[in-house]
């Protein structure tokens, strides 16, 4: 099974700010990386496809990069509605798996 | 526009069966893959199994295989996940989503909680 391991658990930022967060994959999982967004009492949205696209009606501050084995989700200028929890995810192999998660908070 | 509405979550005694659904519409459903994701309380996301647009191959988390089978009837647009031998540790939102293996999961609908507990 491929690992997701997520950096780091918990991002306290203030508006404006640049949100930097990290995926590592246990092997590689080549372009294979989407990542999603979840609030609070929310089902999750995805954001990114394919490590750097972005999903349909997503706003341009966030973005996606990497390949292999290390992805970065970045929020250039965070905004309130940005508190949120961030997942990554691979569709390289069976079983499907997620990483455990970052929590965003706004200041 | 796409919507996807889980029903059939409740309270459920260890060991007992639930049958969840996942009724589609706004899109083709029996062009596409679909998949149930599950999230504890408090927890993160699990994903639990998916299903091929035609039904034919079907994949499961270690963690339910045995126990649990998805499913889907096309000319009734709906996903089912028929959850048997259900355990506490299966309590959890489940999520139903459009999407698995070559696509991602999108969009997803509201979900449905089951709690297994005596």
């Known amino acids: 099974e491929i690992v997701l391991t997520q950096s780091p658990a918990t991002l306290s930022l203030s508006p404006g700010e640049r949100a930097t967060l990290s995926c590592r994959a246990s092997q590689s999982v080549g372009k294979y990386i989407g990542w999603y967004q979840q609030k609070p009492g929310q089902a999750p949205r995805l954001l990114i496809y394919?490590?750097?696209n972005r999903a349909t009606g997503i706003p341009a501050r966030f973005s996606g990069s990497g390949s292999g084995t290390d992805f970065t989700l970045t929020i250039s200028s965070l905004e309130p509605e940005d508190s949120a929890v961030y997942y990554c995810q691979q569709r390289t192999k069976w079983p499907l798996t997620f990483g455990g998660g970052t929590k965003v908070e706004i200041k | 526009e796409v919507q996807l509405l889980e029903s059939g979550g409740g309270l459920v005694q260890p060991g007992g069966s639930l049958r969840l659904s996942c009724a589609a519409s706004g899109f083709t459903f029996s062009n596409y893959a679909m998949t149930w994701v599950r999230q504890a309380p408090g927890k993160g996301l699990e994903w639990v199994s998916s299903i091929n647009n035609s039904g034919g191959s079907t994949y499961y988390a270690d963690s339910v295989k045995g126990r649990f089978t998805i499913s889907r009837d096309n000319f009734k647009n709906t996903l089912y996940l028929q959850m048997d031998s259900l355990r506490v540790e299966d309590t959890a939102v489940y999520y139903c989503?459009?999407?698995?293996?070559?696509?991602?999961?999108?969009?997803w609908g509201q979900g449905t909680l089951v709690t297994v507990s005596s």
């Open positions: 989503a459009e999407g698995g293996g070559s696509k991602w999961f999108d969009p």
């Open positions: 394919d490590a750097s």
